[in-house]
């Protein structure tokens, strides 16, 4: 009868392990951009939409640096992904002028092609990734994987209202980062 009942527990805890660790390796959540833009205010469309379709890359980018906190307000960022892990594709940009074994950037969607120094996305737009393996930077995006957290981080280049401590960094395609994703 003791050995029937212990063979019971052992059965049932490795039940219980395969099942946490089957969790624990699921696959990561593919997210797009248009996705990380969810939860924008109704209220601030007229005010994003003014920002987004500004015709001077110059106008664009005052406007970026004036209503800045507008902005960050306006694009909270996605709380249903909150804690997720999951897979984006997106361009590296460094937080220093340094593209060898980068271990903290930010990562974008790609951005207008007829600026010289384009404006930064949005805050939803930007995720501040950091990635102890460290990555190479070129201009070729990559996809990036790992737990995102909806929490603000302001750099000297973009305020992010996530972070990403990525597990993997690979290669994607320029088709993979769609401006429409």
């Not at 946490?20 to 469309?45: F, K, N």
């Not at 906190?69 to 249903?80: F, H, I, L, M, W």
């Not at 969607?109 to 996305?121: A, E, F, K, V, Y």
């Amino acid at each position: 009868m003791g050995k029937v009942r212990t063979d019971r527990r052992l059965l049932t805890g490795a039940l219980l392990l395969g099942l946490w660790c089957g969790s624990a390796v699921a696959e990561p959540l593919t997210v797009t951009w248009s996705e990380l833009r969810a939860d924008r205010l109704s209220s601030c469309a007229r005010l994003l939409e003014n920002y987004l379709s500004q015709r001077k890359c110059s106008q664009q980018a005052a406007s970026a640096h004036l209503l800045s906190r507008q902005y960050e307000k306006c694009a909270p960022g996605s709380a249903d992904l909150d804690g997720k892990t999951v897979r984006i594709a997106g361009y590296a940009h460094p937080l220093e002028f340094q593209f060898k074994d980068v271990k903290e950037f930010l990562l974008i969607p790609p951005l207008r092609q007829d600026c010289i120094h384009p404006p930064p996305p949005l805050p939803d737009q930007v995720i501040s990734v950091q990635f102890p393996d460290g990555l190479d930077v070129n201009a070729d995006p990559v996809w990036v994987t790992g737990v995102l957290r909806r929490e603000r981080v302001k750099t000297h280049l973009a305020t992010a209202n996530y972070t990403l401590q990525a597990t993997s960094v690979t290669q994607a395609t320029i088709i993979e980062v769609s401006p429409t994703n």
